[in-house]
């Protein structure tokens, strides 16, 4: 079971996150997993994929694409823009 904490048995008198646990599975596995559905459990195979970041972490060595209209300056989102004006925590949390 997944404690409120998300961290699961490890071994015995052990816990761990569970994303440590996902991240020993590759892309094409099955993690199977027990839920509570309208009062019933369900058992599911949920097969493992690579997400997609909605965010990108960097601009591979290049300048952040932007465009200047009217005096106002539009860029894309970015962890290093995020970084910058100090919002990382507000968007992670």
Do not use: M
């Not at 699961?8 to 020993?24: A, M, N």
């Amino acid at each position: 079971p997944v404690a409120n904490d998300g961290k699961i048995p490890f071994r015995p008198g052990e816990r761990v996150s569970l994303l440590c646990y996902l991240q020993t599975k590759f892309k094409g596995d099955y993690v199977h997993i027990k839920l509570w559905r309208n009062k019933q459990e369900v058992e599911l195979d949920v097969p493992v994929s690579i997400s997609q970041r909605l965010v990108p972490a960097h601009w591979n060595n290049r300048p952040p694409p932007y465009y200047i209209v009217a005096g106002l300056v539009f860029t894309a989102l970015s962890v290093p823009y995020l970084h910058a004006a100090s919002a990382w925590d507000d968007y992670i949390n």
